[in-house]
């Protein structure tokens, strides 16, 4: 059994489009976490979702949002895409102060 | 501001044993993990440390010394599956991981 899901595994897109990532856990996970990675493997964090509340959002552009419908899922959506936005997306999920179980990436590209 | 440096590369033979070091400065300290990432792969949970002193998990261990804000990751009777990027990641007072930004271990035969 998959612990934390994403889909799609790869996403490739023009320009200005709109794109959903959507991510699940089924460990019972009080938080969930978006990551982006670019090229040179830097790992930073985007969101964090505690129990359905944002609680934190470092300083990435507004037109990237969290949706978390329940506390097993936390979707990101991107607006008016770049292409500085193509990286690796990680979701990951954990317990509180425990350490942070991955899925398994989408590798977004942007033409 | 909060810091973590780790070297960005490293090689090493097969068999031999490496150790790949860790400072970090943060706003308070909650732990230091440790992760491996193959390429192409999501990162992957190696260990843990919140207390000084060395944690040894089988081929690997970590070592914590909280006064001297470093840590070290030491692999032994390396394999060639060892080969990929080893992450540390220091959590803060708001219980945050501030991760550096990896080193490439390269495993020669």
């Known amino acids: 059994d998959t612990a934390v899901s994403q889909t799609p595994k790869y996403l490739v897109t023009q320009m200005g489009n709109d794109k959903s990532i959507k991510c699940e856990q089924n460990?019972?996970?009080?938080?969930m976490y978006w990551y982006k990675q670019d090229s040179k493997k830097f790992l930073k964090i985007m969101f964090s979702?505690?129990?359905?509340?944002?609680?934190i959002n470092e300083t990435v552009p507004n037109r990237f949002s969290p949706k978390s419908p329940d506390k097993a899922h936390l979707n990101l959506h991107i607006n008016s895409l770049e292409l500085g936005d193509s990286a690796v997306y990680f979701c990951?999920?954990?317990?509180?102060?425990?350490?942070?179980?991955f899925g398994p990436g989408t590798r977004l590209t942007v033409l | 501001g909060q810091n973590i440096d780790q070297p960005t590369e490293m090689t090493a033979t097969e068999g031999a044993i490496v150790q790949i070091n860790c400072t970090y400065q943060?706003?308070?300290?909650?732990?230091l993990f440790w992760y491996q990432q193959h390429a192409g792969e999501a990162p992957t949970f190696l260990s843990y440390?919140?207390l000084d002193g060395l944690e040894e998990k089988g081929r690997f261990s970590s070592f914590l010394s909280r006064s001297k804000g470093y840590s070290y990751l030491l692999l032994k009777e390396l394999q060639m599956k060892d080969s990929a990027s080893y992450l540390c990641?220091?959590?803060?007072?708001?219980?945050?991981?501030?991760w550096g930004a990896g080193t490439k271990l390269i495993i020669k035969p």
């Open positions: 990641a220091a959590m803060d007072s708001n219980y945050q991981l501030i």
């Open positions: 440390n919140v």
């Open positions: 943060t706003s308070g300290f909650n732990g």
């Open positions: 979702y505690n129990n359905k509340e944002l609680i």
């Open positions: 990951a999920s954990s317990l509180p102060s425990n350490e942070q179980f």
């Open positions: 460990l019972g996970h009080d938080t």
